[in-house]
């Protein structure tokens, strides 16, 4: 059964230092678990609660399965509707960024649920990593996390500051920002990096200076923009539709 200091210990994942500190995160649900075991991420912990056992492959990939109440869960769980099933799992260091094929690029994305769209978008379409400014919201927030349904565990996530990484790409950069040039007029290459900006400030001016064409989405309505994660996945399918998002 869940010990009172495991328990302890778990919610303090729900926290951003303390998953810093521990270079530990939560996971819920069947799905994002399951997507959890079938990758080549560290699970350190699966806890449970009855009715929900873990199927066989977690006793091969997680060092420690724990049973625990449903009150226990409640209490761990960031859902209206607790899961049956959560997951502790180690946080990869960084890897080297090799920006082949298409990557997309976020610049200061705030909230958690367009993160966790978009980072599944990208995966959906083929891009090959995603490179997020400081200020963009922690990968590793549960709300972020259950956004992406599990695609955090197969597509590189990396954060630093983007005008220094831009600086150093060599692909060329597409901003997007609605005073662009529609991007069905623009030739796409076979790699490249999407850059989308925050959901109310849009793309940095410094950053707008490094992109190479500057892209938006033709309207035949009306309204003032759209949500971040939506136009981003306009773009990208755009982009994935004439070039397989190089390759994939």
Request: glycine letters at 8%.
């Amino acid at each position: 059964m869940l010990s009172t200091a495991k328990l302890k210990y778990l919610k303090s994942l729900q926290h951003k230092k303390y998953r810093q500190k521990y270079s530990e995160f939560l996971i819920e649900g069947d799905k994002v678990v399951a997507e959890a075991l079938h990758s080549d991420w560290e699970v350190t912990s699966l806890v449970y609660t009855a009715g929900h056992e873990p199927p066989a492959l977690t006793h091969t990939k997680a060092p420690e399965v724990v049973l625990a109440s449903a009150q226990q869960m409640q209490q761990l769980s960031s859902l209206h509707t607790p899961p049956g099933m959560l997951a502790v799992v180690k946080i990869q260091a960084p890897t080297a960024l090799e920006l082949t094929g298409w990557t997309l690029a976020l610049d200061g994305i705030r909230d958690p649920g367009n993160m966790g769209t978009l980072i599944r978008t990208a995966a959906w379409m083929g891009f090959r990593q995603v490179i997020c400014s400081e200020d963009t919201v922690d990968l590793y927030n549960p709300k972020t996390i259950q956004a992406t349904m599990g695609a955090l565990f197969h597509l590189p996530v990396r954060y630093g500051n983007l005008d220094t990484l831009l600086q150093e790409a060599t692909p060329p950069i597409y901003a997007a920002d609605m005073s662009g040039t529609t991007i069905e007029k623009i030739d796409i290459p076979e790699q490249g990096i999407l850059v989308i900006g925050g959901e109310s400030s849009g793309v940095r001016e410094v950053v707008l200076q490094r992109a190479t064409e500057v892209v938006s989405i033709p309207s035949s309505g009306k309204g003032e923009s759209l949500n971040a994660a939506v136009a981003a996945g306009i773009l990208m399918w755009e982009i994935s539709r004439r070039t397989g998002a190089g390759g994939n």
